[in-house]
């Protein structure tokens, strides 16, 4: 079992940065792969990006890449989503998800742990 909390959301222009959070409790975090998804207003829940837990191997939305960085500090029970040059289309709510030790790395999921997710607005 583990419970996921996001923090660093908020309000940007459009080509400005954010770094989102998401705080993992338990003692085997590392063992986790790691997945950050993203809820527009009336629009279904897209993938954005996700972080395996071996080997730190990561994939990402074709709408993110090039301008979203995620990475984890398995230290710190923490995996961050770096966002630059957001655009307004990245508003929405962002959400961490965690499964534990897959064999299988299937960055899409599913997952089995959710966050209660972070609102992220970006204006024009």
């Known amino acids: 079992q583990v419970q996921l909390v996001e923090s660093g959301g908020g309000w940007v222009q459009a080509g400005g940065s954010l770094r989102l959070s998401c705080a993992a409790s338990?003692?085997?975090?590392?063992?986790?792969?790691m997945g950050w998804f993203r809820q527009a207003p009336g629009k279904e829940r897209e993938f954005v990006a996700a972080?395996?837990?071996?080997?730190?191997?990561?994939y990402y939305a074709d709408s993110v890449k090039g301008r979203f960085t995620i990475s984890r500090d398995n230290a710190k029970n923490t995996v961050y989503l770096q966002m630059n040059s957001l655009k307004p289309e990245d508003t929405a709510v962002y959400y961490c998800?965690?499964?534990?030790?897959?064999?299988?790395?299937?960055?899409?999921?599913?997952?089995?742990?959710w966050g209660q997710g972070t609102q992220v607005t970006v204006s024009s």
């Open positions: 998800s965690a499964r534990y030790a897959p064999t299988v790395w299937s960055p899409r999921g599913p997952y089995d742990y």
């Open positions: 972080i395996s837990w071996r080997g730190g191997s990561t």
């Open positions: 338990g003692r085997t975090f590392s063992k986790y792969d």
